[in-house]
């Protein structure tokens, strides 16, 4: 039984809901009264060695931009080097930044609001309760998974770790959840935020784009428009001590990744060999993060024969969220083992397969909730990967149908975008 299972709302949350709601109405009256547009202070930038995480922070700011255009953002960043700050100020030349603490105590007194971006779970935790502490103005959080960690092989956290964090979502204005799975483990949790609701990751609305290096990178591999899908592979744990000066290896979690790579790979190069075999298309090996271009490599190109390396392309540096999704726009689907480069095809319009496990959290159930369920594959379940191959033949032999499945899931997801994003307007 779940620690929170059985928590109602009790007088302390009750009592946290009116000072929620109560703060809320005080900003929404201050505004009101200077007239003034609102301001929100945006915790999001997690880090740049993942494509995904970069996706997460303009996916945002877009909707902001295309729902509420008026409200002034103060981007308060984990991560933005590597050239994702100019990435991000030349897509968004109103953004502001608080990097600084000067920045951050500056933005503390302007803001009228707190937002937590899309993410794996509530990382931004230390700084929504600092921001709580100091200001005592509200905050939301937008897009994310809940996590107990209590399915994976390895993290558990405490009934205290579990505890906290129901009490900072009890004490949100609101709450969306990038997965159902999610929202109702928290319900089970007890958490009990005003509005608490799914809304898809904000990755599915990034439009960035570098089309001068996406089409450099094309026409040096003669791979054409529509004439190529994309391949993505990942370990179970992401290998930061490979990727990150300052990380030492888990040897735990290295254990496991170097037991289950020929599991979590053998169907992506089986697909791969059908693809090149069975059809006129190419593929292009990937990363959506640093450690999966060595892996590429290793787990897929390797194993081909000459004549099949001639039909594959192994995309041998990292790039950046603009430059990846320009080549996505171009290809004729995607699939592999992580989320965000699917994601961020679905939401232009691009065919995505999503292959997991468990110990990537619920976040891959969203193709579910998007209508997806025919692409979603759970690689802990044998004949889950004996059935990728051939999905992935016909994902890539019916085009036509594969393109209108991923329309329509862009729409669903503009639809629930729309939504939650009004909701959040009424409140600012």
């Known amino acids: 039984m779940r620690i929170l299972n059985h928590l109602a709302i009790t007088s302390n949350s009750r009592r946290s809901f009116i000072k929620t709601m109560a703060s809320v109405a005080g900003a929404m009256a201050l505004n009101a009264k200077t007239k003034e547009a609102p301001k929100v202070i945006f915790r999001s930038a997690w880090q740049t060695v993942n494509i995904g995480d970069i996706a997460h922070t303009p996916g945002f700011l877009k909707l902001m931009e295309t729902y509420l255009p008026n409200v002034q953002v103060t981007l ?110 928290a319900k089970d949790y007890g958490c009990r935020a005003p509005i608490m609701d799914f809304a898809p990751d904000a990755a599915f609305a990034t439009d960035l784009r570098d089309e001068g290096r996406a089409s450099a990178y ?78 590429n490599k290793d787990l897929i190109y390797d194993h081909l024969t000459p004549a099949e390396k001639e039909r594959v392309v192994w995309k041998s540096d990292y790039w950046l969220t603009g430059e990846a ?13 992580e989320m965000h480069s699917p994601i961020m095809c679905i939401g232009n319009g691009i065919p995505a397969i999503v292959c997991r496990w468990e110990g990537q959290t619920s976040k891959g159930t969203m193709w579910n909730d998007i209508g997806l369920s025919e692409w979603l594959f759970n690689f ?29 899931a862009k729409e669903r997801v503009n639809h629930y975008q729309r939504r939650t994003m009004k909701q959040v307007g009424d409140l600012l």
């Open 380 to 408: 802990d379940i044998e004949s889950d990967r004996n059935k990728l191959p051939d999905a992935v033949l016909d994902f890539a032999t019916n085009i036509e149908t594969s393109f209108k499945k991923a329309r329509m």
């Open 76 to 185: 308060w960043p984990s991560d933005i080097g590597e050239g994702v700050k100019e990435i991000l100020e030349a897509r968004f030349p109103k953004l502001k930044f608080a990097e600084t603490e000067n920045e951050i105590r500056l933005a503390f007194k302007e803001c009228d609001f707190f937002i937590h971006g899309s993410a794996a779970s509530l990382s931004g935790m230390r700084q929504i309760e600092r921001w709580e502490k100091e200001t005592g103005k509200p905050f939301g959080i937008y897009g994310i998974t809940f996590d107990d960690h209590q399915s994976w092989r390895i993290e558990k956290d405490t009934p205290e770790e579990i505890e906290r964090r129901v009490d900072v979502i009890n004490r949100s204005a609101f709450i969306y959840f990038r997965d159902r799975e999610s929202l109702q483990k």
């Open 218 to 295: 094309l026409d040096a591999h003669k791979l054409e428009k529509g004439k190529f899908i994309c391949c993505i592979p990942r370990y179970r744990f992401s290998p930061y001590w490979l990727m990150k000066e300052h990380i030492a290896i888990d040897l735990k979690k290295d254990k496991i990744n170097q037991e289950m790579k020929e599991q979590d790979h053998a169907p992506l190069r089986l697909a791969v060999k059908k693809i090149v075999k069975e059809t006129d298309l190419k593929v292009l090996l990937c990363p959506e993060d640093v450690s999966q271009i060595q892996l």
């Open 325 to 337: 999704v320009s080549v996505y726009k171009r290809s004729a689907g995607l699939f592999g083992n």
